[in-house]
């Protein structure tokens, strides 16, 4: 009896068993452990980031009997059940799905090799792309074609309609953003929604922008494209600029000014103008390309396009855009070598245009090109705007409700200077307006490869560049004031990617300063480089402000690195070098070679070069690693080497007559002031014996100009105890809001030396007083950057002298940077926008 009760509840336990075990094998639900990548990854992909819809999407679709991989096949019978099932289709969780399938519908079409791509480029098979179809097999493919086209926009303009309904829901739909707003409800952030349905939208009017120009030639849709534009708008628009008048029809410079109007016809009408063989068209239409719902393609859709009413963005629409070479979305590009991207987070989508007459200086271009431009004497020739314009744009449906909004067939392109517009109103709200500001200067900087050309120029006696260019980073903006760069030898503007990309990432200094960078050739001797450069600058304010009224006229900083700096003091000064050069003249022995030199040269042009006129444009200079009294480097045996290498070009040389250039290779010009001013290459005259030195070594500022110092020092031993004298200082990262200019007083400053020493520790103090009575030869005698020494660098007078240590390049260090910043938010609240503006 015990045997078969203990067998009998053996056999229960071990049914129970089986049916747990059972039980445990048909559940559908399975834990698995994942990091918190996956997760993020898993909550914010969608359609735009990945091949399938988002996981919310997706869960919707389930729960409407909907599987996800179903819906994009039978597209137009998914929309009906999605309407059937959901039981609010204006929630914002229903306009989000939409937006989101209407962009997959989309990007599957564009999937379609005999699709988009095909209209984006030409077949692969060379001979298949010349061999010219039939009639009927053109027109075949272009009614196909055009199907498909108006297939991918209409699903595009609708997932942009219902993101932009989502992501402005609260003004086109108030009773129900006021109803939720009664109920208590604690505050959210941005939701994941909020920011997968921001990429749809901005995903979509990326596309549809880039359809609209890859179509601009026609060749594949029928759309009356109506212009506005004609020169005497663009004329109006430099009007406006230089004046502040209005267009008769009230639009002001920088405003948006309607240029293109795109009207697409219903597509059954669009392929009735083309061909009365219906059958030849339906035959065409594959199952993939009449998914799109009948409203869509029964009404008539306009797009209007609008750009800023400024000069360089008008002057291309009168070839219908043609000019423009290449139009990329920043989002699509990575740039290496930037220490930062300057971005302005916001509404919209950042391009930048690349034009096709835009100047490309490779090393590669220069050897091919005839450079009969680069070298004019016209300096108008030789100012280059800049090719790649930044842009950011909207697509904003018409109406002012949802309902409105989500029928509308008429859409508005506003294409944006992001520069001169930081906000746009839509629906009555301000939104910040998205921008990449690195972008156009990235793709400048690498298509010219500066850094290269520099080496060439200096190197190549071929006649490459002699003469000075100006590079405008930006368009011309008569309102921000204007920062001038000039490089040092061998170099480039690529010397200065640091300080421009940070001023663009300094959201106050972007707003406030443009940027001018000049590459002029360092083989060429540094006087005539100075009255080239100078002539360059001015023609460069006159062209773009005749009459001077301009706040970026006015107030203009210039920041010069070695050369440059030796080059930038004499743009700001007024002296008289003609005295002092007839007596440096009347020293030499050599009457017959004197004589000789005198004849040769246009005695009213050598004046020119020796009468320095300041800029008057200019009021603050600052000078990095200047050799203003030359230095021993460019004597030493590895750089004379070096020298003689370095040759002025063919085209320079051969503007004197006779023989004189034979003469100056035997080095009997080097001692002769007037010969070695022009037969020296810019190289040789920065050693501290050449004859340029002799003439400038002391040369005086204008009295009116503000002017700092950044030295290198490349001894770590000597800056230290600098720094513990304090008698240097290093840059902090906050930026002083004293106006004065003694607040950036940095480097040697004896009296603060006495004033301190009252505070310093014995030691400390005996130290400071043995040196205070010799410091300047202290110092002139050991702190170098390796090239320059401080004796050489350092001026009298300067608003500030900051020591850095480091070595010569020392304009690419943050601490250079950051001081180069702290100095021009000085000059900022010295001379602040408003007050310019009222002058």
Not at 119 to 124: H, K, N, T
Not at 605 to 623: C, E, G, I, P, Y
């Amino acid at each position: 009896m015990q045997k078969k009760f203990i067998v009998a509840r053996l056999t229960l336990n071990l049914a129970l068993t089986a049916g747990l075990l059972t039980a445990v094998g048909c559940s559908t639900v399975s834990v698995d452990k994942k990091n918190s990548s996956q997760t993020i990854v898993k909550k914010r992909s969608n359609v735009v980031t990945t091949n399938a819809l988002s996981s919310k999407s997706a869960s919707v679709l389930v729960s409407i009997g909907v599987p996800a991989r179903e819906c994009l096949p039978k597209f137009d019978e998914c929309l009906q059940k999605i309407d059937a099932g959901l039981f609010n289709k204006d929630s914002k969780e229903a306009l989000a799905l939409y937006a989101e399938l209407y962009l997959a519908k989309a990007k599957e079409i564009s999937a379609l090799e005999d699709c988009v791509e095909k209209i984006l480029r030409p077949p692969i098979d060379t001979y298949y792309a010349n061999a010219p179809n039939t009639p009927e097999q053109e027109q075949q493919r272009i009614s196909y074609l055009r199907q498909c086209n108006t297939d991918y926009r209409n699903n595009l303009l609708s997932a942009i309609k219902y993101s932009y309904a989502y992501l402005f829901y609260n003004q086109l739909n108030p009773e129900a953003a006021n109803t939720a707003n009664m109920a208590v409800k604690p505050n959210n952030l941005p939701s994941n929604l909020d920011i997968q349905t921001q990429d749809v939208y901005e995903a979509a009017s990326d596309a549809l922008i880039k359809q609209l120009y890859s179509n601009k030639d026609h060749s594949q849709q029928i759309a009356k494209m109506t212009s506005f534009i004609n020169s005497d708008l663009i004329d109006d628009a430099k009007l406006s600029m230089n004046t502040g008048a209005q267009y008769a029809n009230g639009i002001k410079y920088g405003d948006q000014i309607k240029v293109l109007n795109f009207t697409f016809p219903p597509i059954e009408q669009d392929l009735n103008t083309d061909t009365d063989n219906q059958d030849l068209k339906r035959t065409q239409q594959t199952d993939s390309t009449k998914q799109l719902s009948k409203d869509l393609n029964s009404v008539e859709t306009s797009i209007d396009l609008y750009l800023p009413n400024e000069p360089e963005y008008l002057q291309n629409t009168t070839r219908y855009n043609k000019s423009i070479d290449k139009l990329y979305a920043s989002h699509d590009l990575s740039f290496s070598g930037l220490n930062t991207i300057s971005e302005r987070e916001g509404f919209g989508i950042s391009y930048v245009t690349l034009f096709d007459d835009r100047l490309n200086t490779s090393v590669t271009n220069l050897i091919k090109s005839d450079n009969k431009t680069l070298n004019s004497e016209d300096p108008l020739d030789r100012i280059h705007l800049t090719g790649n314009l930044l842009l950011t744009g909207i697509i904003l449906p018409a109406g002012n409700t949802l309902d409105e909004v989500l029928n509308s067939q008429h859409f508005d392109i506003k294409m944006y200077n992001p520069h001169h517009v930081k906000s746009v109103d839509i629906l009555g709200e301000p939104y910040y307006l998205a921008a990449n500001f690195s972008a156009s200067y990235g793709i400048w900087l690498s298509e010219n490869r500066l850094n290269n050309v520099g080496y060439f120029s200096l190197l190549s006696k071929q006649q490459t560049l002699t003469l000075p260019q100006l590079f405008m980073l930006e368009p011309y903006d008569p309102n921000k004031r204007v920062i001038i760069m000039l490089h040092g030898l061998a170099s480039s503007p690529e010397t200065w990617v640091s300080i421009t990309n940070d001023i663009s990432n300094d959201t106050k200094l972007r707003d406030n300063y443009q940027v001018w960078q000049i590459f002029y050739p360092t083989n060429i001797p540094i006087l005539e480089n100075r009255y080239r450069i100078q002539q360059l600058i001015e023609t460069t304010y006159h062209m773009n402000d005749p009459e001077g009224v301009h706040p970026a006229s006015h107030n203009s900083v210039l920041i010069g690195h070695s050369m440059g700096g030796v080059i930038g003091r004499m743009l700001v000064s007024n002296e008289n070098l003609e005295e002092k050069f007839n007596t440096l003249n009347t020293q030499q022995n050599n009457l017959r070679l004197n004589k000789l030199l005198e004849d040769q040269f246009d005695k009213s042009k050598v004046k020119n070069r020796l009468h320095l006129h300041q800029l008057q444009s200019v009021d603050t200079a600052v000078f990095i690693s200047a050799p203003f009294r030359g230095t021993d480097f460019a004597d030493r045996w590895f750089t004379q080497l070096l020298r003689r290498v370095v040759q002025l070009p063919i085209g320079f040389a051969q503007t004197i007559r006779g023989n004189l250039a034979s003469i100056a290779t035997e080095g009997e010009l080097a001692a002769n002031p007037l010969g070695a001013l022009y037969f020296e290459n810019g190289a040789s005259q920065l050693s501290d014996k050449s004859s340029f030195m002799q003439l400038t070594a002391d040369l005086p500022i204008a009295d009116n100009v503000t002017y700092h110092s950044i030295i290198a020092n490349r001894d770590s031993d000597l800056y230290n105890g600098l720094l513990k004298l304090n008698i240097a200082s290093t840059p902090t990262t906050s930026l002083s809001n004293n106006d004065e200019a003694q607040a950036l007083k940095a480097g040697v400053n004896l009296n603060e030396m006495e004033a301190n020493k009252a505070s310093l520790d014995p030691d400390k103090a005996k130290a400071l007083e043995d040196i205070k009575s010799n410091i300047s030869q202290t110092l002139s005698t050991a702190s170098s950057d390796g090239i320059v020494p401080y004796s050489s660098s350092h001026l009298e007078g300067a608003a500030s002298e900051t020591i850095i240590s480091g070595g010569h390049s020392i304009q690419e260090t943050p601490e250079a940077v950051l001081t180069l910043r702290k100095i021009l938010h000085q000059h900022l609240r010295q001379h602040p926008p408003q007050q310019r503006q009222q002058n």
